[in-house]
Structures are given as C-alpha cells and as structure tokens.
C-alpha cells in the first residue's frame, strides 16, 4: 500500500478506512516511512513534504480507502502542580527543549526520573501514565522534522537570546 496525502481528523469518511496503523510521537512527523498496520500489512507513507501526523488523521491510499493513525501510548510524566510553580516548571522544560503537552492544570512530557525529582524540587507532583503524547508544535512546526529517516540525528544551528545548558 501507498500513500501520498494526510487528511486531518474528521475530514475524511471513516466508512473508507482499511486498516489502522499505531504510530509513537518520534515517527508521527515524516515525509517519507514505511508503516505496518495492525493488519500486518506495509504501507509506504511518501508525502511531498514533512507531516504531522495526530491521531485521528488519515492516510489517503493510492488504491482508495483510508488507513486511520492511532497515537500509540507511550511511557509519560504528568505534571501537576499550583499555578506559580506550574509556569516555574514549564519554564524548566523549555529551557531544555523537552517536547510538552499541556493540559488544563498540567504538563505532560516523557517519562524521565531525573526530571521528575527536579519537579518534585519545584514544588510540583509527577506521575507516571501510559497514553498518547501529542506536545505542542512549537517553533519548528511549518516543517522542521525531529527525526527523519535519513538523519537520525537532531542538529540544528540557531541564535538565542538566552544562554543554555546543553550543546547542540
């Protein structure tokens, strides 16, 4: 199977879907991979430009039909805590550029222990949960690819205001 183009959630007929294909957040962003649906089957995902692929999104097959992307759960930190220390905290995480989700009340980021003893340090409360990561977008959404397939690596040069901590 083959595709060449994403169709937002809810903007496809969902009576055409063939199959399914349950995707992690790292592979969710690409213009070019090969997928196995839950059926067993591979698809050849080959968009002209780099995409982000969210749960509820289809695949719009050359041969006709719909494959849905599923946001396979995965390994998280929810981060609960008050108002001054939540902004304190997701102050901490984007100076790391850890990728976050936010929520009404609390910030969802990968599972790390180190980063869940410095929340605790802040005044905050993590806890481990199994679900879908879907982090905002951020300044890279317009086409910026966190891995692609032929750079597993992410290195990027670019000015800031701030100083940082870490080496790029």
Same mark, same amino acid.
């Given at each position: 199977?083959?595709? +060449? ?107 790390? +222990? ?15 949960? +199994? ?24 290195? +990027? ?12």
């Amino acid at each position: 199977m083959r595709s +060449h183009s994403v169709l937002p959630a809810g903007a496809w007929p969902e009576a055409d879907q063939r199959d399914t294909v349950l995707v992690d957040f790292d592979r969710r962003h690409r213009r070019r991979i090969v997928l196995t649906t839950e059926s067993g089957a591979s698809l050849l995902v080959d968009l002209p430009h780099a995409a982000r692929l969210r749960d509820g999104d289809a695949l719009a097959l050359e041969s006709g039909g719909y494959v849905r992307v599923r946001a396979r759960p995965e390994h998280l930190l929810e981060i609960h805590s008050d108002q001054e220390n939540l902004i304190r905290i997701a102050w901490h995480l984007g100076n790391r550029h850890l990728p976050v989700q936010m929520t009404p009340g609390s910030l969802i980021i990968r599972y790390d +222990h180190v980063i869940a003893d410095m929340v605790h340090t802040l005044g905050g409360h993590a806890h481990e949960i +199994h679900a879908a990561f879907d982090p905002e977008a951020g300044a890279y959404a317009g086409g910026h690819s966190h891995l692609t397939d032929d750079d597993d690596d992410h290195h +990027h040069d670019h000015a800031h205001p701030h100083g940082h901590d870490h080496d790029h």
